[in-house]
């Protein structure tokens, strides 16, 4: 598998007991592991040695490898100027305005809850005291629809690295007709 991602200059991640690494594989030998390694953004942090020995698991082209690249060759929409809500400097903002806004513009957004379930989704349908979200995965994949209680949603995440990577997932699978 070293070799195969070697050969296609593809990512892997390979877990340690010291921890697991994401990169590119430069070279192996049956000792020792030589990566150059990327941080959950896509960004490239060093060159690193690792003992074979000490390896674990190699992960290639699984989900969070491929999304990890997928973030590493988009920079520019993944991770360029986070947009906000306009007027947001002018208005006197609520979470439920907020919700109300992200309904009316059909923006992507992270709803942080109460509970440990903290959907990305468009907002479909807003009351007083629920709302009903489209779901997507951290993958962009659609996770079905959820029903929220207003009084639940702690924040709302309008536009992060994350939601925005989600955005050019679901834009780019339109374009290809999935």
Known sequence: MLQRAQRSRRMVSVQTGGGTFLGYVLSFSPELLIMRTVTR?????SVRTINLGEVSQVHFDDRYV???EFKEHNPDAVFGLATAPDGLEHAYLTVPALLQRALEARQLVQLITASDNDPYGYI?????DELLLEAYTQYGDPDGHSVLQVDDVRSVVWSDEDT???ELLLKQRAAAGE
């Open 164 to 166: 925005r990577t989600i």
């Open 124 to 128: 479909v349908r807003l009351a007083d």
């Open 41 to 45: 953004q896509g960004m490239l942090t």
């Open 66 to 68: 491929r999304l990890i």
